[in-house]
């Protein structure tokens, strides 16, 4: 069956069974990597892409039930000023060790900053609880978030 997926801003139709996760479309059909599959029962996080604006794991998400709302990926999370912040900082503290969950952590710390723009501790945990990093980067990742919130969501990456 055919469906119209509002991802990264654009229209891209897919031919696909309705019950495929949302997480194989993005990768599989539609090629973009930098979503990862960790689990695909929920549990880890790393699949993590928002859903009009909302943080959701998308090895769960069916594609039949995304109709016309808008999907983001990693790849796009650089066009939102929360999400520049949350990769300014993530550089400015060096968070990544291995890196393959830390785009499901970017996704759900620019999810947090949108919605909580100077988020607590309890407000850091409680919203990043759900992705696992078996590297341990949680002490930095949480700092991190603490130091996007500060930053100019317009200044250039990589300064
Ligand atoms: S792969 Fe989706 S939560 Fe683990
Ligand atoms: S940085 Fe390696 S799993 Fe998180």
């Not at 808008?70 to 300014?88: D, L, S």
Request: with cysteine; hydrophobic share 35%; net charge negative.
């Amino acid at each position: 069956m055919e469906y119209d997926l509002n991802i990264n801003g654009e229209q891209r139709r897919v031919d696909v069974d309705g019950d495929t996760p949302l997480l194989w479309v993005i990768r599989d059909v539609l090629g973009m990597y930098g979503t990862k599959y960790g689990c695909g029962i929920a549990q880890c996080g790393a699949c993590t892409v928002h859903i009009d604006g909302e943080a959701a794991r998308s090895c769960q998400t069916l594609v039949e039930s995304v109709g016309s709302s808008a999907i983001m990926t990693i790849e796009a999370i650089h066009t939102t000023t929360n999400g520049r912040k949350i990769q300014k900082a993530w550089q400015d503290l060096d968070v990544v060790q291995c890196g393959y969950c830390q785009s499901g952590q970017i996704m759900s710390a620019a999810a947090l900053l949108s919605e909580t723009p100077i988020p607590t501790d309890a407000d850091i945990d409680n919203a990043m609880s759900g992705n696992i990093c078996r590297c341990g980067t949680y002490v930095r990742i949480r700092e991190a978030i603490r130091h996007a919130a500060t930053l100019d969501g317009n200044a250039k990456q990589g300064g």
